[in-house]
């Protein structure tokens, strides 16, 4: 069993940044693709970035490409997300997710590989 625990979300204005944590406890994470997801009300769930078990490959949502960073800091058993330039359409629920099938360079993108997943953080950007 994994559990991802999400923090560092809130409330925040346009064009403001946050920095999402995301720490896993029951395994370690250094052999798991990573990835953020997030939910806005009435939509669903939407890849936003991932990242392999090294941190060697990342990949975005075209949406977030250029604002947002993906890292991993497999020591703390953790995985982030840089959010800059926040937009009022950055708002949603933001999950971490973890695949523990993934090969070392894989990347993955589609959130039925994920087997397991946080609770879930608000990210509010307000205009």
């Known amino acids: 069993q994994v559990q991802l625990v999400e923090s560092g979300g809130g409330l925040v204005q346009a064009g403001g940044s946050l920095r999402l944590s995301c720490a896993a406890s029951?395994?370690?994470?250094?052999?798991?693709?990573m990835g953020w997801f997030r939910q806005a009300p009435g939509k669903e769930r939407e890849f936003v970035a991932a990242?392999?078990?090294?941190?060697?490959?990342?990949d975005y949502a075209d949406s977030v490409k250029g604002r947002f960073t993906i890292s991993r800091d497999n020591a703390k058993n953790t995985v982030y997300l840089q959010m800059n330039s926040l937009r009022p359409e950055d708002t949603a629920v933001y999950y971490c997710?973890?695949?523990?099938?993934?090969?070392?360079?894989?990347?993955?993108?589609?959130?039925?590989?994920?087997?397991?997943w946080g609770q879930g953080i608000q990210v509010t950007v307000s205009s």
């Open positions: 997710a973890a695949d523990t099938n993934a090969r070392p360079w894989q990347v993955t993108t589609s959130k039925d590989e994920y087997d397991y």
């Open positions: 029951g395994r370690t994470i250094g052999s798991f693709a």
């Open positions: 990242i392999s078990w090294g941190g060697g490959s990342t």
